[in-house]
């Protein structure tokens, strides 16, 4: 079991609303902190499963809630959803930064975008959806997993530009070129994947904090509005510094973030969906167990 490095849960102590006793190891200094704060912050990532296991089963006495607690312990069905959310976070990541070194130009509303804008957006409902379901640990994880799987795609085939080729294959130039622009790309969405996926992880776990889990809605839109704009900016502008002409930079940015926020709004419907879907998968399995 792991130990405590920066924090201990002590206890749970109620007047008006329960509340997690709290040592600062480090200090000996206690906190008293609200069960729903103190899940949204990152003190738990320092407990121990028996820490989170009391913390989990004071939050949630109401059996139809589902927790992280009961979904690493009890809900196998939810760890395919998980299994399958994160494979696709990584797919979705890998073709984004193949397809990501190629501009496109689209006349009929002159936007400037690369073809990876319309699989992109799909990391923000994933993540919405990880965060309603797993908390905001696990969504992650799974950013994290798919950074480092896109990592090791690129950097193997960079490994294969490197091995000398057949001097009758006619496409050795154009490979390595094509490798070496992924590999800068790869820089590029990195950087703004990392940063814009948590923030908007950080954001949705907040909103929903303060609006005390209602208005779906308004947490995809305002932490995708937010998210979207600071990953055009880095994206495009690592991308394609000194590659395109700084109007050309900023009509990209701009069509952009525009499809990212039609997306936003296309996918608040989806979540929504996937939600009662998702209660019903597990409760299918809870009954299951109970037979």
């Not at 502008?237 to 499809?259: G, P, R």
């Not at 996918?267 to 929504?272: D, E, F, L, T």
């Amino acid at each position: 079991m792991d130990c405590n490095k920066k924090y201990k849960l002590l206890g749970f102590s109620r007047s008006d609303t329960i509340k997690a006793n709290i040592m600062v190891l480090a200090t000996g200094k206690y906190i008293n902190i609200g069960l729903q704060e103190l899940e949204n912050s990152i003190i738990t990532d320092d407990f121990n499963r028996n820490e989170l296991k009391a913390l989990y089963r004071r939050l949630y006495g109401d059996t139809n809630t589902i927790t992280s607690y009961d979904l690493a312990d009890r809900h196998e069905r939810s760890w395919y959803a998980y299994l399958i959310l994160s494979v696709a976070m990584s797919v979705i990541y890998i073709l984004c930064t193949i397809s990501g070194i190629k501009a496109i130009h689209i006349t009929l509303i002159n936007f400037v975008v690369p073809p990876a804008i319309f699989f992109y957006p799909l990391t923000f409902i994933f993540v919405d959806i990880l965060n309603e379901f797993f908390g905001m640990r696990m969504a992650r994880r799974t950013i994290l997993i798919s950074f480092i799987a896109n990592t090791l795609f690129v950097t193997g085939l960079w490994a294969t530009s490197l091995l000398p080729g057949l001097s009758e294959w006619e496409l050795n130039k154009s490979y390595s070129e094509f490798v070496e622009s992924i590999v800068a790309v790869l820089f590029a969405s990195s950087c703004a994947y990392l940063i814009s996926e948590n923030i908007n992880s950080w954001l949705l776990c907040k909103i929903k904090e303060l609006t005390n889990s209602r208005f779906l809605f308004i947490r995809v839109i305002t932490s995708t509005v937010i998210a979207s704009a600071i990953d055009s900016v880095i994206f495009c502008t690592l991308a394609f510094y000194n590659v395109l002409s700084s109007e050309i930079i900023k009509t990209m940015i701009i069509s952009q973030l525009i499809i990212k926020l039609a997306y936003a709004v296309i996918g608040v419907g989806p979540i929504y969906a996937f939600r009662e879907l998702f209660r019903r998968y597990i409760n299918a399995q809870n009954k299951k167990e109970c037979r």
